[in-house]
């Protein structure tokens, strides 16, 4: 390489991050005037034209304005609701994330209210046995052979079925993809549709690990606040204006962390405006079936005539989360991306898990497990706003889903809650970590559906007392 070339090209990276470092590390403030071209140049001892490029270039990256004949200005990181990404490297910046919350569901604690599982007691665990015995029955060779990509036939025909009772929808199996749980079916839409500084949209607080996904993917995340009453659409709308998101990421029917639903008049409102601006959905509707006492309102997919919405639903929260299956649902364009990622990621899930899974999808215990499991988690929920009442602390009681969404007074030391928490064997989630933006430090997330009633009481009585004594 021209050694001249490569030169100017060390120094004008040296001078880039020379500002960068100074603006993110706060030494150059908001709408501060940054050194002349001449200035910096003189300072660094490089040439006039190699400061003005590095400029430039941090312009373009929103880091400085340009005021007329008065100089270049640090930009303000004016959006509240948009996440600060590093953005000379997103990437780089995507991998020092941290996810904190697998660090939590790593310690083994007595009482279990950070995972959003439920209860293995309350799985089907007996009735699996008699199908796997009966899949390699009828199917000697289920594990001499791969699925297919797309996911086995049998199983796609049946779910197809399903939705088409269920909503009444016209779908085919082609459009059907059979996913390792929905967390990889969130994973191939982020490999599929995001580059690097793409901006997405996302629902604050939102499921982490959809943070985390999308964050290594590169993506800078707009955030969008949901409330008991859904999203406010204007607001919404002029985000779509100003920040041509290429996705909205969503989670609308027991959404996880809050258990809050949105409304059927939102729903309908989305589809128009994802056709108006061609912005894609992605619906994550984990928790539908998980309500306790009315359905909840049809998925948002079901309103989309135009292909906009990506339609993701998993069955490992009430069937099994071991079997990890879950369904993708799109028209047929964005399915052939899919499945060019699915084939790169493993090829198909595996078969025998879906055939187990087929068998117990289509029997009629479904039906009457769905039916306990509502009850048992309902009872469960109630036993915790039991037990907080007194805290005087405020929730929206959710109508479903596995968890509850609270705040704790202004200021609550959050973090010292969780660490004398676990020196009490207690697990919760703290509201950051479900935060695009990583604020939200009095907010925290309670599961209810992992800990049996007995655990729930007692961990509960005792996940109080810790508070108590902190807020004194
Ligand atoms: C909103 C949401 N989406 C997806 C997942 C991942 O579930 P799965 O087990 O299907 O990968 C979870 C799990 O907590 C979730 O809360």
Redesign the pocket.
């Known amino acids: 390489m021209d050694k001249t070339i490569e030169h100017k090209d060390y120094l004008f990276k040296k001078v880039y991050d020379y500002v960068l470092h100074r603006i993110e590390r706060n030494e150059w403030k908001e709408h501060e005037k940054i050194p002349s071209v001449r200035q910096l140049a003189s300072e660094m001892n490089v040439h006039r034209l190699t400061v003005l490029k590095a400029y430039q270039l941090l312009k373009k990256h929103d880091k400085v304005y340009v005021k007329d004949k008065a100089g270049y200005f640090v930009q303000s990181i004016e959006t509240k609701h948009l996440e600060n990404l590093n953005q000379n490297n997103p990437i780089v910046s995507a991998y020092l994330q941290k996810n904190h919350l697998s660090e939590i569901h790593q310690s083994a604690v007595s009482y279990q209210f950070s995972q959003?599982l439920i209860d293995p007691n309350l799985l089907p665990n007996h009735y699996f046995s008699d199908y796997v015995k009966k899949v390699f029955d009828l199917y000697p060779k289920v594990l001499a052979t791969y699925s297919t990509v797309q996911g086995d036939l049998e199983l796609r025909e049946t779910l197809t079925q399903y939705f088409i009772n269920q909503y009444k929808t016209h779908i085919s199996a082609d459009e059907l993809l059979i996913t390792s749980?929905?967390?990889q079916a969130?994973h191939l839409i982020a490999q599929t549709f995001i580059k690097p500084r793409d901006v997405v949209l996302f629902e604050r607080p939102s499921?982490s690990?959809?943070i985390d996904i999308f964050k290594a993917q590169g993506a800078q995340i707009v955030t969008v606040d949901i409330q008991p009453e859904g999203y406010d659409l204007q607001q919404l709308e002029l985000y779509i204006q100003q920040y041509k998101p290429r996705l909205f990421y969503l989670?609308p029917t027991f959404h996880?962390p809050t258990g809050y639903t949105v409304p059927v008049e939102q729903r309908k409102k989305l589809v128009e405006l994802a056709e108006q601006y061609r912005l894609l959905l992605i619906e994550?509707d984990?928790y539908h079936d998980i309500y306790f006492d009315e359905p909840p309102p049809p998925p948002i997919y079901t309103y989309d005539s135009a292909g906009t919405v990506i339609y993701i639903r998993?069955f490992?929260?009430y069937i099994s989360?071991g079997l990890r299956i879950?369904t993708v649902i799109c028209q047929s364009s964005l399915m052939n991306a899919l499945l060019t990622a699915k084939s790169l990621a493993d090829n198909g899930s595996p078969l025998l898990n879906q055939k187990i899974f087929l068998h117990y999808f289509s029997s009629l215990r479904l039906q009457q497990h769905l039916e306990k499991i509502r009850i048992a988690l309902q009872i469960r929920k109630e036993i915790m706003e039991e037990e907080l009442a007194i805290t005087g602390w405020q929730w929206t009681s959710p109508k479903g889903g596995l968890n509850l969404w609270v705040q704790l007074p202004n200021n609550f030391p959050t973090e010292l809650l969780l660490s004398k928490s676990f020196e009490q064997n207690i697990s919760f989630v703290p509201g950051q970590v479900c935060d695009p933006l990583k604020q939200l430090s009095s907010w925290i997330r309670l599961s209810y559906s992992y800990a049996n009633e007995k655990q729930l009481k007692e961990g509960l009585k005792r996940f109080v007392a810790v508070a108590q004594s902190l807020a004194k």
């Open positions: 959003a749980g929905s967390q969130i499921y690990a959809a989670n996880n994550d984990a998993s490992c929260k989360p879950a």
